[in-house]
C-alpha cells in the first residue's frame, strides 16, 4: 500500500484543477467554497473514526494553518480564469518549492550541512528558472496578454505566501498527522466563511455550481490524507518530490482535456519548465 499512498497525492492534486475548471457557470465563490466544505467534511468522518488526540494549541495553529491555505487556493483559482490551469500550476507549484525549504533554512534550520546547502540554493536557482520558462505565453492569446499575465503572476506571488506559510506551520507542530489535517479544515471553513461574508457572497453556499465543486474538495482531502500516510511509509523527501508529479498532470491536463492553447514554441518552453521545477525539486529534498 505504500506505493499507492505514494502516488495518491500527485493523482489527487493533479486532477483537482481539472474538476475546478470543468465545473460550468462556477465562479471564484463557488469553487472554493465547495472545495473547502467537502473537505471538512472528509476531515471530520477520518476524525470521527480514528479518534485521535488534540490539543488547544495543535487545533489552532492548525486551523491558521487552513486559513492560510484559503488565500492560496482563492489565487490560484482566479488564476485558472485568468491565464489557465497549464499556466498557472507550474508557476504556483514552483513558487511554493522555492519557500517551503527557505522557510526551512531560516526558520528551522534545514540544510544544515555545506553539501546540502551547495544542492539546496542549485535547486532554487533552478526552480526560479523553470518558473520563468513556464510564464512564457504566447502573443495573440487571452493568456499571452501582457498585462493580463503580468497582474495574475503577481497575484500568484502574493498569494502562495499563504500556500508557503500552510505548509510551514506543521513542521512547528508536534502531534498526530490526522489531528493536524482536521484543525486545517476547520480553519479553511472558517476563513472561506468570512471570506463570502465580506464579500457579500453567502448565497452561493447554496448554489449548484457550489456542489459541483465539492468533487475537488474529496480529491484534494484524499490526496492530503494519502500524502501524511506516505510520509510514515516512504519518508519526508520522497514523499514530497513524488507529490510535485501534480504539476504534470495538471499542466498537460489542461492542454490535452480543458484544450487550453499553446503554440509550437509556448509548449516547449512549458515542458522544459516542468523538467526543471521536478529537477529543481529534486535537488531541494533528496540531497
Known amino acids: 500500500m505504500k506505493y499507492v499512498y505514494l502516488f ?14 470543468s465545473v460550468k457557470n462556477s465562479t471564484v465563490y463557488n469553487q472554493i467554497v465547495g472545495t473547502v466544505a467537502a473537505s471538512f467534511i472528509f476531515g471530520a468522518i477520518v476524525m470521527a473514526i480514528m479518534h485521535p488526540a488534540m490539543s488547544w494549541s495543535l ?3 492548525s486551523a491558521l494553518g487552513g486559513a492560510c491555505w484559503v488565500i492560496g487556493q482563492v489565487g490560484q483559482y482566479i488564476s485558472y480564469e485568468k491565464i489557465g490551469v497549464s499556466e498557472t500550476m507550474p508557476i504556483s507549484t514552483g513558487l511554493q518549492l522555492i519557500g517551503v525549504p527557505l522557510v526551512g533554512v531560516l526558520a528551522f ?11 539546496g540554493f542549485i535547486g532554487i536557482l533552478v526552480l526560479i528558472i523553470g518558473v520563468v520558462l513556464t510564464s512564457f505565453t504566447d502573443r495573440g492569446t487571452s493568456e499571452g496578454n501582457k498585462s493580463n499575465q503580468v497582474s495574475t503572476i503577481i497575484l500568484l506571488v502574493l498569494t502562495s505566501l499563504g500556500y508557503i506559510t500552510s505548509s510551514s506551520i506543521p513542521k512547528a507542530l508536534h502531534g498526530n498527522s490526522v489531528s493536524i489535517f482536521f484543525g ?8 472561506v466563511f468570512i471570506y ?9 453556499w447554496k448554489e449548484k455550481s457550489t456542489v459541483q465543486s465539492g468533487g475537488a474538495g474529496i480529491l484534494y482531502a484524499i490526496a492530503a490524507l494519502a500524502y501524511i500516510l506516505s510520509v510514515q511509509d516512504n519518508g ?16 498537460l491536463g489542461g492542454l490535452i482535456f480543458l484544450r487550453e492553447k ?3 514554441k509556448g509548449l516547449i518552453f512549458t515542458i522544459a519548465g516542468l523538467i526543471l521545477i521536478i529537477g529543481g525539486a529534486m535537488l531541494t529534498t533528496l540531497f
Open 236 to 251: 519526508v523527501n520522497m514523499a514530497f518530490v513524488i507529490s510535485q508529479l501534480c504539476v504534470v498532470i495538471s499542466t
Open 8 to 21: 495518491l497525492p500527485a493523482i489527487g492534486w493533479g486532477l483537482m484543477p481539472l474538476v475546478i475548471a
Open 184 to 191: 486545517q479544515t476547520f480553519g479553511m471553513l472558517v476563513a
Open 196 to 204: 463570502t461574508l465580506v464579500t457579500k457572497n453567502l448565497h452561493v
Open 59 to 61: 487545533f489552532l495553529l
Open 262 to 264: 499553446k503554440t509550437r
Open 109 to 119: 534550520g534545514e540544510w544544515s550541512s555545506p553539501q546540502a546547502k551547495l544542492y
